[in-house]
Nanobody, 121 residues
Framework: HVQLVESGGGSVERGGSLRLSCTAS????????MGWFRHTQQNYREGVAA???????SYADSVKGRFTISQDNAENTLYLQMNSLKPEDTAMYYC????????????????WGQGTQVTVS
């Protein structure tokens, strides 16, 4: 089965940038909808961005214009470019596979990664 491994998290100052990566192994993932979620310090989970197999994207209102989701099918890797970071973006970020429907509020998620921490001060 597919395994998802995130990387790229870290600590940055307000206004800084980070790029998260999610590398899939075990199967090709380019036919699935994939996305990024975050679990905040206030203990709720928020869908951040989603991308379908045809590269259609959707974003949470809180990140529109600042975050960009993309995928490299040759590398079987999902990315999240995060710019203009704010302290409220601080969270554990998770990669997810097989979102149904393909939005930031899916009713079903097939698989999760283990998460990578992003801290903005």
């Amino acid at each position: 089965h597919v395994q998802l491994v995130e990387s790229g998290g870290g600590s940055v100052e307000r206004g800084g940038s980070l790029r998260l990566s999610c590398t899939a192994s075990g199967d090709r993932v380019d036919t699935y909808c994939m996305g990024w979620f975050r679990h905040t310090q206030q203990n709720y989970r928020e869908g951040v961005a989603a991308i379908d197999s045809d590269d259609t994207t959707s974003y949470a209102d809180s990140v529109k214009g600042r975050f960009t989701i993309s995928q490299d099918n040759a590398e079987n890797t999902l990315y999240l470019q995060m710019n203009s970071l704010k302290p409220e973006d601080t969270a554990m970020y998770y990669c997810a596979l097989d979102l149904r429907p393909c939005t930031v509020i899916p009713r079903y998620v097939g698989r999760w990664g283990q998460g990578t921490q992003v801290t903005v001060s």
